[in-house]
T-cell receptor, first 114, second 111 residues
Framework: NAGVTQTPKFQVLKTGQSMTLQCAQD?????MSWYRQDPGMGLRLIHYSVGAGITDQGEVPNGYNVSRSTTEDFPLRLLSAAPSQTSVYFC?????????????FGPGTRLTVL | SQQGEEDPQALSIQEGENATMNCSYKTSINNLQWYRQNSGRGLVHLIL?????REKHSGRLRVTLDTSKKSSSLLITASRAADTASYFCATTTNSGYALNFGKGTSLLVTP
């Protein structure tokens, strides 16, 4: 199993550009989520999904859009990039709906917005 | 809002010593988890302790949970240089699926 994969690893955008960060998992996990990690801030939840066709907002959803058309994929869209969105983005997945199941994280996407 | 708060922010020890990190949180939890993040990498799950458990072991890791004080500690015994990483606590409440992370403790283990 590849686990949780993310592409690209690095990305530089100009203010106002849009892009999609890709996330895929091959563990048939129902729960997937996106976090951003900023220096000194830990990880903050952007959006999450408990299954195909179901998404919800996390702590910092503004400026981001998600959809979940398949169990495997959970892309994160930046609608109009801003310098404040410069961060490292992590996708995670968890099997089932039990709170006791561990989350698996992807390797991250480092995004810089100029 | 972030639930957990790790202490200390940074810790430097020598190989063979024990490392202790603490985590405090604000609201009632379902479980508390500890993750490790090596520089530039994703997070790796270390251990989960349920709200009705007080202590849990996994290899060189020992986690305690005191729900009356809303705090947890992670002890790494006989530290190795390979333990150098950032360590995060994360909590789950009964009302949501999300993990709420603290800001992390940066551990440096020198040979």
């Amino acid at each position: 199993n590849a686990g949780v994969t993310q592409t690209p690893k690095f990305q530089v955008l100009k203010t106002g550009q849009s892009m999609t960060l890709q996330c895929a998992q091959d563990m048939n996990h129902e729960y997937m989520s996106w976090y951003r990690q900023d220096p000194g801030m830990g990880l903050r939840l952007i959006h999450y999904s408990v299954g195909a066709g179901i998404t919800d907002q996390g702590e910092v959803p503004n400026g981001y859009n998600v959809s979940r058309s398949t169990t495997e994929d959970f892309p994160l869209r930046l609608l109009s990039a801003a310098p404040s969105q410069t961060s490292v983005y992590f996708c995670a997945s968890r099997g089932g709906t039990s709170f006791y199941n561990e989350q698996f994280f992807g390797p991250g996407t480092r995004l810089t917005v100029l | 809002s972030q639930q957990g708060e790790e202490d200390p922010q940074a810790l430097s020890i020598q190989e063979g010593e024990n490392a202790t990190m603490n985590c405090s949180y604000k609201t009632s939890i379902n479980n508390l988890q500890w993750y490790r993040q090596n520089s530039g990498r994703g997070l790796v799950h270390l251990i989960l302790i349920r709200s009705n458990e007080r202590e849990k072991h996994s290899g060189r890791l020992r986690v305690t949970l005191d729900t009356s004080k809303k705090s947890s500690s992670l002890l790494i015994t006989a530290s190795r240089a390979a333990d150098t990483a950032s360590y995060f606590c994360a909590t789950t409440t009964n009302s949501g699926y999300a993990l709420n992370f603290g800001k992390g403790t940066s551990l440096l283990v020198t040979p």
